[in-house]
T-cell receptor, first 114, second 114 residues
Framework: GENVEQHPSTLSVQEGDSAVIKCTYS??????FPWYKQELGKRPQLIID?????GEKKDQRIAVTLNKTAKHFSLHITETQPEDSAVYFC?????????????FGTGTRLLVSP | DTAVSQTPKYLVTQMGNDKSIKCEQN?????MYWYKQDSKKFLKIMFS???????INETVPNRFSPKSPDKAHLNLHINSLELGDSAVYFC?????????????FGAGTRLSVL
């Protein structure tokens, strides 16, 4: 089936610490994995994505790693800041009758305390 | 210029009523989506249209009927509203093809059924 599991559901860190969010997906044919950030009351927005032909991608303080064999991928945020507080969603692209769709994880609420 | 805009932002209504939510995108994308985000923040796809054609229809009650008059618009009509329909509904759009499936979300419509 089409399934994306995400852990943890909540994560509290001190400002300056690192945060790691992990996801696993069910379909080995999935080839695209975006991460979205949703601030309170706002829309989800893409922060970083990775394709299956790449093992790691970095953009300033955020990075994503992908292990295709194990079918899991992770978001790493270093030197966290209070404005990183939000709900983070991972997603994996699945093929559905010739068309592709994103299936989202259940979200991780990250709280960064000053 | 808002890329994906949906109206209304808030919708409060009584059980049993019929209501519509409208979505428009000016990104030139071929594909549009409706997502439901419940109180636990789970983000679940409901429908997807590609160039006015329905391509994804998840297990959604048939009280929900999407309509796409052209590829820039995707509306959602809900009949006989129930308490469990209370949620935030997000419209999104993406390019049809390509190696990624970046989705751009609207600001959401918060539906409260009383």
């Amino acid at each position: 089936g089409e399934n994306v599991e995400q852990h943890p559901s909540t994560l509290s860190v001190q400002e300056g610490d690192s945060a790691v969010i992990k996801c696993t997906y069910s379909d080995s044919a999935s080839n695209y994995f975006p991460w979205y950030k949703q601030e309170l009351g706002k829309r989800p927005q893409l922060i970083i994505d990775i394709r299956s032909n790449v093992g790691e991608k970095k953009d300033q303080r955020i990075a994503v790693t992908l292990n295709k064999t194990a079918k899991h991928f992770s978001l790493h945020i270093t030197e966290t800041q209070p404005e990183d507080s939000a709900v983070y969603f991972c997603a994996a692209r699945f093929r559905n009758t010739g068309f592709q769709k994103l299936v989202f994880g259940t979200g991780t609420r990250l709280l960064v305390s000053p | 210029d808002t890329a994906v805009s949906q109206t209304p932002k808030y919708l409060v209504t009584q059980m049993g009523n019929d209501k519509s939510i409208k979505c428009e995108q000016n990104l030139g994308h071929d594909t549009m989506y409706w997502y439901k985000q419940d109180s636990k923040k789970f983000l679940k796809i409901m429908f997807s249209y590609n160039n006015k054609e329905l391509i994804i229809n998840e297990t959604v009650p048939n009280r929900f009927s999407p309509k796409s008059p052209d590829k820039a618009h995707l509306n959602l009509h809900i009949n006989s509203l129930e308490l469990g329909d209370s949620a935030v509904y997000f419209c999104a759009s993406s390019p049809r093809s390509g190696v990624t499936n970046i989705q751009y979300f609207g600001a959401g419509t918060r539906l409260s059924v009383l």
